[in-house]
């Protein structure tokens, strides 16, 4: 996978550019897997990000089902987005939890 962190006015949020899984790995859980670990790692104290989007193509429903699974839900759609083929995107984002407290020092 490939995601940014950005911090922007105090808040961190990420974009996750890309998540891929090869044909013979596929509809096994390793992008799910490969999900949820970037969700982790963008909730995790060091990075305290606040959500992450996507965007994804309008006819990729496996991979429109999954995020949906995540907990991402669609807030945009960008015409013309993809050149080759081309489609449109469905932007998606989805809301992080914040980091658990760190534990206190005796």
Not at 48 to 69: F, K, P, S, W
Not at 70 to 98: E, N, Q, S, W
Request: proline share 8%.
């Amino acid at each position: 996978s490939c995601t940014w962190w950005v911090n922007a006015g105090g808040e961190t949020e990420g974009h996750l550019l890309r998540i891929a899984v090869g044909p013979a790995a596929q509809r096994q859980g390793v992008g799910r897997d490969l999900l949820a670990a970037v969700l982790a790692r963008g909730s995790a104290e060091d990075v305290g990000a606040t959500r992450v989007l996507l965007e994804v193509a309008h006819n990729n429903t496996r991979a429109i089902d999954l995020y949906e699974q995540a907990g991402f839900r669609t807030i945009g759609r960008r015409a013309g987005y993809y050149k080759a083929p081309p489609a449109d995107a469905v932007v998606m984002a989805c809301r992080l939890a914040p980091p658990p407290p760190a534990p206190e020092s005796p």
